[in-house]
């Protein structure tokens, strides 16, 4: 069946470093791919998408790119600020429906 | 637009009691879910309906817990009779149908069962 997995947190990072956020996933036929972001108290927003293999999702200074050579679709930001303090989530589409496959999401911290 | 609208925010409860929380989907969306977060287990869909029906409820997890969709602006998730454990933040999300995988969220019921 299709699954997410992505890396656990909580990761702790300094404002202005880099964020990394690893995803993989399996999945038959070809899913499109998201990232969501929950912030403290909220419920989950989108934070970007790809459809097709090697899309760039972008949003906010977020980017991650479709790869399915390594069923992958990592996210990355260049500069962290405090207020990416949040939960971010990845997910798949089924294909056939219109379910969403999410992972167990990782909590970043940013300190200032 | 408003968004997607849940209440009560907020609900506590004793055990044995019945809980019943309610979602206005996103006006023209044909799909609606509604997911429980716990640290535990993490995100789990409950069930989905399109266009008013029920279309998958293999998450939700007993015969306590009950949904219903009796008009395109409105949901409710019955619990009854509550426990300790579905202590949970239950989430209601809608999306249209293009693109159908955009879910948008709402701000989720924090319900604590004494």
């Known amino acids: 069946g299709n699954s997410v997995t992505q890396m656990e947190g909580p990761v702790t990072l300094s404002e202005e470093a880099f964020l990394t956020i690893n995803c993989t996933y399996t999945a038959t036929g070809y899913p499109s791919l998201f990232w969501y972001v929950q912030y403290p108290g909220e419920g989950l927003q989108l934070l970007l998408k790809?459809?097709?293999?090697?899309d760039k999702g972008s949003n906010k200074g977020f980017e991650a790119t479709y790869r399915k050579e390594t069923t992958s679709f990592h996210l990355e930001k260049g500069s962290v600020q405090v207020s990416d303090s949040a939960v971010y989530f990845c997910a798949l589409n089924k294909a056939a429906g219109n379910k969403l496959t999410f992972g167990g999401g990782t909590r970043v911290l940013v300190k200032p | 637009d408003a968004g997607v609208i849940q209440s009560p925010r907020h609900e506590v409860t004793e055990m044995g009691q019945e809980v019943t929380l309610r979602c206005k989907p996103i006006s023209g969306h044909d799909y609606l879910f509604w997911y429980r977060q716990t640290m535990m287990r993490g995100l789990e869909l409950l069930i989905y309906?399109?266009?008013?029906?029920?279309?998958?409820d293999s998450g939700m997890p007993e015969d306590r817990f009950s949904a219903k969709m009796p008009n395109a602006s409105f949901s409710t998730l019955k619990i009854q009779p509550s426990e300790p454990r579905d202590s949970a933040v239950y989430f209601c999300?809608?999306?249209?149908?293009?693109?159908?995988?955009?879910?948008?969220f709402g701000p989720g019921t924090r319900l604590l069962v004494l």
């Open positions: 790809a459809t097709k293999a090697d």
């Open positions: 999300a809608s999306s249209a149908a293009i693109p159908v995988e955009t879910q948008y």
């Open positions: 309906f399109n266009n008013n029906v029920p279309i998958d």
